[in-house]
């Protein structure tokens, strides 16, 4: 039986990121992807986020309430009212695998939320789902200091790791030749690295890699083995990925089998 598996985010009209590339992660892994929209994202002359009113994203959740779901996935909600909705929501599936993508710093701009909205996400959302997957200026902001070594992604995964699971996105942002990703649970880090790819086709890796770890952790797979596949997946993605426009592309995976990687 085919499992269903839902994301909660933006909508990104260049199909790399948002709830786009989450949909097309699922169908790359043989999931059914339901969704929910938390606002819409342009940047037609400046980077905006358009909301959804909390009482229409209450409709969209309650559309879905008998429907049984084989994990979560959560990007971008925007709106700190909507926090308290979709934590309503987890709790009424207290026992399906829910990563939260804390998106509130875009590597797009300088454009960070106000410290009310990340306070309410931390402590409504973080101690209920089962990982948190900050790229790193997402992290910088959770520790309050800047990461610019390995070892100093290790030490913040560790320590937001008190909270919850944590799988930190370094990326290519650290200097030296890899990729790099940290999962920590309970004080305990584990590095994941790729070698680095001069291309242009990354716009949604972050999204995409959450939501692989997302339809693994649906498949029956443990955190560490999913972190790795989705790794695996992502560095695919980039590969195949599709200029949109010049000098700017989407990450896009071809659905070939997922070649898996341990880190």
């Not at 320590?159 to 799988?167: N, P």
């Not at 990703?181 to 086709?201: H, I, P, S």
Request: hydrophobic share 45%; net charge negative.
């Amino acid at each position: 039986m085919t499992k269903i598996i839902l994301t909660i985010g933006g909508s990104d009209p260049f199909s790399g990121g948002g709830i786009q590339t989450d949909l097309k992660t699922f169908e790359n892994h043989q999931l059914f992807g339901l969704s929910v929209l938390t606002c819409v994202v342009t940047s037609e002359v400046s980077f905006e986020i358009h909301r959804i009113e909390p009482e229409l994203l209450t409709k969209q959740l309650h559309t879905l309430a008998n429907v049984e779901l084989a994990a979560i996935k959560i990007g971008l909600i925007h709106q700190i009212e909507n926090i308290a909705i979709i934590k309503d929501f987890l709790l009424q599936h207290p026992n399906v695998p829910v990563v939260l993508d804390p998106v509130f710093a875009f590597k797009e701009t300088t454009t960070t939320y106000e410290k009310d909205y990340v306070d309410v996400l931390r402590n409504e959302l973080f101690p209920i789902v089962t990982v948190i997957t900050p790229n790193l200026s997402e992290a910088e902001i959770l520790v309050q200091r800047a990461i610019t070594t390995i070892e100093e992604l290790q030490q913040a995964a560790r320590e937001l790791s008190t909270e919850t699971a944590v799988c930190l996105k370094g990326g290519a942002h650290l200097a030296g030749e890899h990729a790099v990703e940290v999962l920590a649970v309970n004080g305990k880090a584990q590095v994941f690295q790729e070698m680095k790819l001069a291309l242009e086709t990354v716009n949604g890796a972050g999204c995409s890699f959450a939501s692989s770890i997302a339809a693994n952790l649906a498949l029956g797979e443990s955190l560490p083995t999913s972190v790795a596949a989705a790794k695996a997946f992502v560095y695919e993605s980039i590969q195949q990925g599709v200029l949109v426009k010049e000098n700017f592309g989407s990450v896009w995976h071809q659905g070939e089998k997922v070649r898996r990687s341990h880190g």
